[in-house]
């Protein structure tokens, strides 16, 4: 399979800081995404972002493909941005399994 | 759009019992998949699908039968469930087209075996 590695593992903001969030994997893929799972437990959709730079609202992201990484941007965080940060991929060469990273935990205080 | 739906929210059940939890979805997609989430973990896929009729093993399948008679729906079964198998089970789908394969993911069932 393909490892997937995020870092840092847990991050303490005060509100309006920024912060980059990564994402390393071991092999090609033809699928990344970026979901925020909040406290209640949800998985939210924030980028499918297999290669190139995408920005909405106060968020952004960028995928190297060639350098297999990712970086999740978050700029001026809000309280409500709390929550764990999960990178998923799809591998060129592993069929049809998706990984997931471990996350990172985002905890952001007023 | 519904987009992915669970069934239950939430469970109990005695070591022994079995059960089973529903998935569908409504948005045509050709690929189901469920995993299990514990603390402090990422996500561990346990079987997919990629189309009605088709399914596969994932990182975890032992314990876990799964079948896809139709595009919409993709139920997990426990046959006899077991303390390790208390965790919290997402379902999602997709395409599988690889020019876009975006992955949706319904709201959970939090599971707890006695």
């Known amino acids: 399979g393909i490892q997937v590695e995020q870092s840092p593992p847990d991050l303490i903001l005060q509100e309006g800081a920024n912060s980059t969030l990564r994402c390393n994997f071991s092999d090609s893929v033809n699928n990344l995404q970026w979901f925020h799972q909040n406290p209640w437990g949800q998985l939210i959709n924030l980028f499918y972002?297999?290669?190139g730079t995408k920005q909405n609202g106060r968020l952004s992201a960028t995928t190297v493909a060639t350098e297999r990484y990712s970086l999740l941007y978050i700029s001026s965080s809000q309280t409500t941005d709390s929550g764990v940060y999960f990178c998923a991929v799809l591998g060129f060469n592993t069929g049809n399994q998706f990984y997931f990273g471990t996350g990172t935990s985002l905890t952001v205080i007023p | 759009n519904a987009g992915v739906t669970q069934t239950p929210k939430f469970q109990v059940l005695k070591t022994g019992q079995s059960m089973t939890l529903q998935c569908a979805q409504d948005?045509?997609?050709?690929?189901m998949s469920w995993y299990r989430q514990d603390p402090g973990m990422g996500l561990r896929l346990i079987h997919y699908?990629?189309?009605?009729?088709?399914?596969d093993q994932g990182e975890v399948p032992n314990g876990y039968n799964v079948s896809r008679s139709t595009t919409e729906d993709f139920p997990l079964r426990l046959l006899s469930a077991a303390p390790s198998q208390t965790s919290v089970y997402f379902c999602a789908s997709s395409y599988i087209d690889t020019g876009y394969n975006e992955q949706f993911f319904g709201p959970g069932t939090r599971l707890t075996v006695l």
């Open positions: 972002i297999p290669s």
């Open positions: 699908s990629v189309g009605a009729g088709i399914t």
């Open positions: 948005m045509n997609h050709e690929y």
